[in-house]
């Protein structure tokens, strides 16, 4: 082989080379694909339903998407109530931004445990270079009412079941829905 061509090949494996964890990071850096990380929560199957709120096997809140893409009303919901309560400082779709950390990241560490505690109890990382405040939204009922809705969307995400944007099948509304919701807001 001409010396020129062993150096272009050698070239090109480089190039391929230094190519390849750049592309798993972009990759990694949106959803990740389905069991690519361990949800902390564990395994996010539903086994449990009631009116259309799904658990797993632990118990937590959970989404359940139909072969045909359609997700759950409650997953629906989260998507409406993150958009409305949360987007301004964590980013479309959970993603993060300037202002505040990428919850599709969080959810990959924290479980559900953790997160109803920092929504309801807030958070605060107050040093010289940076003032991050996560406000304590325990006595907001537009927030609280929606928790497990607004987890199951970002629990959702986080496992890369939910592609960013809209859901654009959501399943009918369970018959009680409104007034579990009417309850919760009294
Ligand atoms: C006013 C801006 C603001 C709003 C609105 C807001 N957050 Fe936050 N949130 C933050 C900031 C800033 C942090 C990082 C705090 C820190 O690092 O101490 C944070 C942190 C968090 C964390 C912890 C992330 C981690 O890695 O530990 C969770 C979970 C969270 N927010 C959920 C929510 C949810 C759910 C909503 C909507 C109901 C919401 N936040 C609305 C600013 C906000």
Partial sequence: MQE???HMIGLAALVLLAAAPRALADAAADAPPPGAAADPSGDPA???DTDGAYTDRAGNPTFRIAPDGTVDWYTGVGYTQYTANCMQCHGPDGLGST????LVGALQVLDHAAFVDTVTNGKQNVSASQELVMPAFG???NVMCYLDAIYVYLRARADGAVE???PQKVAPRPPGYSATVDACMG
């Avoid at 202002?99 to 990428?102: L, V």
């Fill in 164 to 166: 960013r944007g809209p």
């Fill in 139 to 141: 006595r907001n009922p």
């Fill in 46 to 48: 539903a086994v449990g």
């Fill in 99 to 102: 202002f505040a950390p990428s």
């Fill in 4 to 6: 020129w061509r062993r």
